[in-house]
Each structure stands twice: as structure tokens, then as C-alpha cells.
């Protein structure tokens, strides 16, 4: 039976809003195993993006906890978030978060670098990952030369070659035309095969339905659907 790779208890966020504050998630319990595969679906500001910066620990919670590996995160000092980042997760953000001054491979061989990795080997990897989300052509460009479904596949691989055991994408395919969203799914699901576990938001309806189950966020709520289809 696969463990509880991440768990929220009684998770409460409210932003402060000058018709008064607002209220995203209130008392929010969920465990996602590991190897779960999750589509997060709600309306444009339900609060997708908020729960997956609150699960990858760059904002604070209201009120309430999250456990990463059976771990309580709420007393963490930022050292020990980035500690936790560097060693768990893997973020795809929805506006890339790309380093500017860096062609694609080296951004991508990154997460390699920061954990000690060589510069060969790490050049080995990023070559390998660049090429199966077919962007190695484009890999000595930097940010800006690149458009923006080539910029989300380079922050894709970045997030890839860190082989976390957790992945947290906001829109990864948002910016993809349908044939490449299709690959790069299709990845994710070679990933959830070794125990990855991806958290994904999207409006996708398609993407959504080849989840292992779907979370529905609407009203400061949020429901569990099956997928319809894989």
C-alpha cells in the first residue's frame, strides 16, 4: 500500500482584500499517496495556484499544518522549506520562473548543480530531458529567445530532472498547443508508473479526466471526483 506522501490538517488561508478578507480554504484536510496522480479543477481565483504554493511551502497557512513525509512543516525555518524544496519538490510555476540570465540547458541542469551534481553529468541529464520534451534544439537560448510554450517545456524538464518524488505544476500545459500538452502528459503518467506523485492544476477538461482522481475547488471548498477516463 503506497504511504502518505503529503497531508494537510485543518488547513485555513485568508487573504486580506479591502471589501474585507477572503477566505480560500477553511478547516481543509486531504492526504494525497504516493503515486497519486491529481488534477486540481476550479474557476479562475477558486484558489488552485494558492494551494499549490501552500503544499510546495512558499506561503504560510492561516491556521492549520502540513506534513511532508509524515512530517509537520508549520515550525520549519525558511532553511529548512528550501532544504525540504530541494530534496521533495519539484515546481512547475505557471509563469515559468525561468533564470534570465541562463541559456535553457543551463537552467535546466540547475537542480543538478545546486545538489553537487558534476557539470558533465549534469549536461548529460538536461540533454537527455530537453530532447524528450523536444526542445534540445532551442537548448543554448536563453529565455527570452524563446517563446512561450518553449519557455513552459524548459521549466518543465527543470522540474523533471530533479527526479523529487513530489510534482507540483500550476498550467504546465498552458501554454502548449494540444499534440505537445498530449507528450508531456503522457510523461507524467510514465512518472506516476515510478511512484511520482503530481499534483497538477489545469482547466484542461481532457488533461483533468486522465487523473487518478480530480479535486474540485469552488466556494472555499474543495471535492474529490474520479476521472472519467484514462
Do not use: C, W
Not at 525558511?78 to 535553457?104: G, M, V, Y
Not at 535546466?108 to 523536444?134: C, F, Q, R, S, Y
Request: glycine fraction near 6%; aromatic fraction near 6%.
Amino acid at each position: 500500500m503506497n504511504k502518505i506522501l503529503i497531508e494537510t490538517i485543518n488547513l485555513k488561508k485568508t487573504y486580506q482584500h479591502f471589501n474585507g478578507n477572503i477566505t480560500l480554504f477553511n478547516n481543509l484536510n486531504l492526504k494525497i499517496k504516493q503515486g497519486d496522480l491529481v488534477a486540481l479543477v476550479g474557476p479562475s481565483g477558486s484558489g488552485k495556484s494558492s494551494l499549490l504554493h501552500l503544499l510546495a511551502l512558499l506561503d504560510e497557512p492561516t491556521r492549520g499544518d502540513i506534513k511532508i513525509n509524515n512530517i509537520f512543516t508549520k515550525k520549519f525555518t525558511d532553511e529548512k522549506k528550501d532544504e525540504t524544496r530541494r530534496k521533495n519538490i519539484s515546481i512547475i510555476f505557471q509563469d515559468n520562473n525561468l533564470l534570465n540570465d541562463f541559456t535553457a540547458i543551463e537552467n535546466v541542469m540547475m537542480p543538478l548543480i545546486i545538489k553537487g551534481e558534476n557539470i558533465v553529468n549534469a549536461k548529460k541529464e538536461a540533454k537527455k530531458i530537453l530532447k524528450a520534451v523536444k526542445i534540445l534544439d532551442r537548448s543554448q537560448h536563453f529565455p527570452n529567445q524563446l517563446s512561450g510554450g518553449e519557455q513552459q517545456r524548459v521549466a518543465i524538464a527543470r522540474a523533471l530532472i530533479a527526479e523529487t518524488n513530489l510534482i507540483l505544476a500550476d498550467e504546465p500545459t498552458g501554454n502548449l498547443d494540444f499534440k505537445t500538452s498530449k507528450e508531456i502528459f503522457s510523461y507524467f503518467l510514465k512518472l506516476k508508473k515510478l511512484k511520482k506523485t503530481i499534483i497538477f492544476a489545469t482547466h484542461n477538461r481532457e488533461l483533468a479526466n486522465k487523473a487518478a482522481y480530480k479535486l474540485s475547488i469552488f466556494k472555499g471548498g474543495i471535492k474529490r471526483a474520479n476521472a472519467r477516463s484514462k
